[in-house]
């Protein structure tokens, strides 16, 4: 890091004037797969980019601009290497053994030289792909920072049968052209366009009124504002800082008050070549979060093996589903869906004030405090226990999770599903931009960090403005705009001012609505969101999609189990008898016992009724619930460790400290899951069950003194002492070996039942 | 090197550690001293050793106030007095807590009087600790409950000899010092959080590093607004979750 770093990084956006045409790969491929009279049986397309040097003509035009000075060539010629090799890397491969159809019949390789990086795709059994699926491989490495490159070259070759050689069918330099010219995104010469949509005042209305969530009279909270600066060569780049009429440099967040008028609005707009508005999820006010927001963006790999309407589709299908779980299963308010004015979909909420609350630096929500590993969560100053927008991320992603995990089969477009060979549909998810799988939705929560999403603007890259696809009235998607063809004419900015201008306002003056401190309560339920959530803390969001279908499942079962009694523990605890709306408490207690999904439901119910109703301790239910927990974890997840102990396997446990330990908080569970059945028992069959209860207790009371000192034992102590203990260590192993019997047995019983 | 030699090494190594936890004896009578801790102060012998009546403990609340106001005549020593709002139930229990290192501010929560006794120069520290020892003399019964490790370790290994009347390692020993967090470096806020119960106000943000410094600028009643939070927070989670899991 040093001090021109920053304008280092705008320097090489500027730099990144050209692009190359794959257009001949893309021809080409064509060729090969649909006019040889069988298919080939092998395609290797080799790519050859040369990196610019001191020398090349590139770094000369920007040197001779005096845009980067003698010292620096060194320095922005290794970057530029740098983010070549960081784009190309882009773990397709990894991403594309995911789907059984592509799976071992693709090699790539990437290498990389001082001088030049060469990327090499070999495809077998080419009956299996379909060209726009070849050519999507090879478009994969169509990055942007590929414009840098003096010269990008590539080599097809072909063999026709398995044992045939590779024959070079194509050896050629791509052709470079501008970018403006390749991608037709917007630039410079579009800007009166840009400010015929801006004129209309009704624009200005709806942007206003993003920028000032909380209405234009509660004016303190304003978020802060990030816009688009249209340029001649390259794409239009972000920038936060404005040049106002009086010549100084502002803040858009702070130049821009509700008082704004519309000419001083378009006059911002004109001397700062504005496109687009990008509101952040953050206001001005420090750590104050306003939106939570979700954003599925497709993989350019979709785009490229898919036609625009069938991935429109997908995207389609799936905001269904998120706004179907959001709306029925998590009972929140119809969210606001937005087209993102490329191929993805925004849906968003506005959080209400004081929704989220980080007091000390820690987020106020008692369920989180349940999640697994704490300790690493309070260590981490940005874990969604410290930070509130790590925190509404993480729900957000647990959302997706949830979706991703229930989203039923047909909700995927049939032919994405054949040329794939998606085996389970989770692979065609991700939740994290730093996930290996390159090539499948990404179901983005990024934006809640802090950070920004576009408002009612033009997008750079197509010239579309960003839309709400919802009815005014019914709130569900409108029909018309599931056709690709149709919403693409729909975004245009022409067809929005005529709208506009035929006082169609209703269908753009839509907001997100807002979600309460009780509705996120709700979410954070044990039947709801809780579990999903423990499995992203657990495995973090670049991992929690990865695992496999068994694993999943196990994991979200235990979740599901642990959350429910830590929840339930926590809520009792929370609970004073003395108060006197404690019959809304046991409304809302037996609610919850009563959705949950576990089997031990009837004596829970009754627990929680003894607590309520025959005013037994606290610690009382503590040991009851821990011990349905613990045979419920047994039953369900560990069955086979109920085994009893060998010989060899106590002499183990009494060498090893570590091990004796956790054998004495298993004897400890055990003991009480025996002693609490016996009790529930002793009411049917009151002889039986006192009679085994007192034996029980006496057994308990010397072994727990025991259990204590032995923890402390120092194995080298051959003094007479120690056998002693030895023999009452065997002791409680044969208690130890009761228990598990008693346990195993009540167990197999159960599901006898 | 061989493979016999390797493990030669490794076993060695082994009977390193195990000497090293048998030679150390000091340890054990500690381990010794915490089981019998154990037994008199486990579950059952909490139960019975919190009950009292109300009069037992406005007695030691009347002692307690006779010292304060003899420690404040002398003007070295300072106090802050206030009471609680609300029940409490008559439990023989304080809450304590101090603040800086070594500890100039000393909180003390007894039924729903809170006393804080502090000094403002570093030279008096020794007539601070001097007043500790008393008030803790008459607390002898009572279960002492703290949110950290601090504070045993201060009363059971350093203020025995800090007094003027020499060791009284004897007397510091027979305390009762529960630390009530849940686990290790559990924090006070989450605590409360976890509870669903809020946080109380503290100037410092829970910052407790700053303490000598603002010590050293003479900004007191921050000190002893973070003191207070301290306290009170460590009240509630007393009341709301130590005494519920551990009552029977």
Redesign the interface.
């Known amino acids: 890091m040093n001090f021109y770093d920053d304008s280092l990084q705008y320097l090489m956006n500027d730099m990144l004037v050209n692009a190359y045409d794959f257009s001949i790969v893309k021809e080409r491929i064509k060729k090969i797969m649909e006019k040889s009279p069988c298919v080939p049986y092998e395609l290797s397309v080799i790519l050859v980019a040369k990196p610019p040097t001191i020398e090349s003509p590139l770094v000369q035009k920007f040197s001779e601009e005096g845009k980067i000075k003698s010292f620096q060539k060194k320095e922005v010629c290794v970057k530029i290497k740098d983010a070549i090799k960081g784009a190309l890397n882009n773990y397709l491969e990894s991403s594309l053994n995911r789907f059984s159809k592509i799976n071992n019949c693709s090699t790539i390789k990437i290498k990389s030289d001082d001088n030049e990086f060469r990327v090499l795709i070999q495809v077998r059994n080419l009956e299996k792909f379909s060209s726009n699926l070849l050519y999507a491989m090879v478009n994969h490495f169509n990055v942007d920072a590929l414009g840098y490159c003096d010269q990008v070259e590539v080599i097809v070759s072909v063999a026709h049968t398995k044992d045939s050689c590779l024959e070079e069918v194509v050896k050629q330099k791509l052709p470079d052209l501008p970018a403006s010219a390749l991608s037709k995104f917007v630039t410079l010469d579009d800007k009166e366009k840009v400010l015929d949509f801006f004129r209309c005042p009704e624009v200005k209305d709806v942007l206003f009124n993003h920028f000032f969530p909380q209405g234009l009279e509660n004016d303190r909270v304003r978020t802060e504002i990030t816009y688009d600066t249209l340029r001649q060569d390259t794409i239009a780049q972000k920038r936060r800082k404005v040049l106002l009429p009086s010549g100084d440099y502002e803040n858009l967040h702070d130049a821009i008050t509700p008082y704004t008028t519309h000419e001083e609005f378009l006059q911002i707009i004109d001397i700062n070549d504005i496109l687009g508005f990008y509101p952040s999820v953050r206001t001005t006010k420090i750590n104050e979060i306003v939106t939570a927001m979700i954003d599925i963006d497709v993989s350019g790999f979709l785009r490229t093996s898919f036609s625009p309407s069938v991935v429109w589709n997908l995207v389609i299908s799936l905001t269904e589903e998120i706004v179907k779980n959001l709306t029925d299963f998590l009972r929140l308010p119809k969210p606001l869906v937005v087209f993102s004015g490329s191929r993805g979909v925004h849906i968003t909420y506005k959080l209400a004030p004081n929704c989220v609350n980080a007091?000390?630096?820690?987020?106020?929500?008692?369920e989180?405090?349940?999640l697994p590993s704490?300790?690493s969560l309070?260590k981490n100053n940005k874990s969604l226990?410290h930070s509130k927008f790590t925190f509404i991320r993480s729900l957000m992603q647990a959302i997706l999770l949830y979706t991703a995990q229930n989203i039923s089969r047909d909700k995927i477009p049939k032919i994405i599903q054949e040329r794939l060979g998606i085996t389970r549909i989770m692979d065609l998810f991700t939740l994290s931009v730093f996930s290996r799988n390159k090539i499948g939705v990404l179901l983005d929560t990024s934006s809640n960090n802090s950070s920004v999403y576009r408002a009612f603007s033009i997008h750079p890259g197509t010239g579309l403005v960003s839309i709400p696809l919802l009815d005014p009235k019914t709130k569900s998607i409108r029909t018309e705009l599931k056709d690709f063809s149709q919403l693409k004419e729909e975004c245009k900015p022409e067809t929005i001012i005529s709208n506009l201008r035929a006082g169609k306002k209703d269908i753009y003056h839509q907001f997100p609505p807002e979600i309460t401190k009780q509705q996120i309560k709700y979410l954070l339920r044990p039947d709801k969101l809780l579990p999903y959530l423990s499995v992203i803390v657990r495995f973090s969001d670049r991992w929690a999609t990865e695992r496999s279908p068994w694993s999943m499942k196990f994991w979200l079962e235990m979740y599901q189990l642990n959350n429910f009694y830590h929840y339930l523990t926590?809520k009792m605890?929370?609970i004073e008898r003395s108060d006197k709306r404690i019959g809304n408490s046991y409304q809302e207690v037996i609610g919850l016992v009563e959705s949950s999904a576990i089997s031990t439901k009837k004596f829970v119910r009754e627990v929680v009724d003894d607590y309520f109703f025959r005013n037994i301790?606290?610690?009382?239910l503590?040991a009851r619930l821990d011990a349905f927990h613990d045979l419920n974890f047994y039953a369900n997840f560990k069955f086979t460790e109920v085994t009893t102990l060998t010989d060899e396997r106590i002499d183990a446990l009494y060498s090893n400290i570590r091990e004796r330990s956790i054998f004495f908080r298993k004897f400890a569970s055990y003991f009480n899951v025996t002693m609490v059945l016996l009790t529930y028992y002793s009411q049917t069959n009151s002889k039986i069950g006192i009679t085994v209860k007192k034996t029980l207790t006496t057994l308990w009371d010397g072994s727990k003194?025991l259990s204590?000192?032995l923890q402390?034992v120092?194995?080298?102590?051959k003094r007479d002492r120690t056998l002693t203990i030895k023999q009452q260590f065997v002791k409680i192993c044969c208690i130890f070996n009761l228990l598990s019997k008693f346990i195993k047995e009540l167990i197999e019983l159960s599901r006898l039942q | 090197m061989s493979f016999q030699d390797s493990n030669n090494k490794t076993d060695q190594k082994e009977?390193k550690v195990?000497?090293a936890?048998?030679i150390s004896n000091v340890i054990?009578t500690e381990?010794e001293t915490k089981?019998k801790e154990?037994?008199d102060c486990g579950?059952l012998g909490m139960n019975f050793g919190l009950q009292t009546n109300q009069k037992e403990v406005k007695m030691v609340i009347n002692a307690i106030n006779g010292i304060v106001s003899r420690a404040k005549e002398g003007d070295v020593v300072k106090t802050r007095q206030f009471e609680l709002m609300g029940k409490f139930p008559p439990y023989k229990y304080a809450i304590i807590d101090l603040e800086g290192d070594p500890p100039k501010f000393f909180g003390l929560v007894v039924s729903n009087q809170v006393y804080q006794i502090f000094v403002t120069k570093t030279i008096y520290l020794i007539d601070l600790y001097e007043t500790i020892w008393k008030i803790l003399n008459l607390l002898i019964d009572f279960y002492l409950f703290t949110f950290s490790n601090h504070e045993n370790r201060f009363f059971k290994r350093i203020l025995p000899f800090k007094l003027k009347e020499g060791n009284n390692k004897s007397f510091f020993q027979v305390l009762k010092i529960v630390n009530v967090q849940k686990?290790d470096?559990e924090?006070l806020?989450?605590a409360l959080?976890?509870?669903?119960?809020?946080?109380y106000h503290?100037p410092l943000?829970?910052n407790s590093k700053n303490i000598e410094l603002h010590f050293k600028n003479g900004d007191y009643y921050l000190i002893m607004e973070h003191n207070k939070s301290c306290l009170l927070s460590t009240l509630k989670i007393v009341q709301?979750?130590y005494l519920?899991?551990?009552?029977?």
């Open positions: 007091d000390f630096n820690y987020v106020d929500y008692l989180l405090y349940l704490q300790k309070a226990i926590a605890l929370s301790s606290f610690k009382a503590k003194a204590e000192e402390f120092v194995l080298s102590d | 009977k195990i000497t936890k048998s054990k381990v089981i154990f037994h579950t686990r470096f924090g806020v989450p959080y976890s509870l669903n119960e809020r946080s503290d943000l829970r709301k979750r519920k899991f551990h009552l029977l």
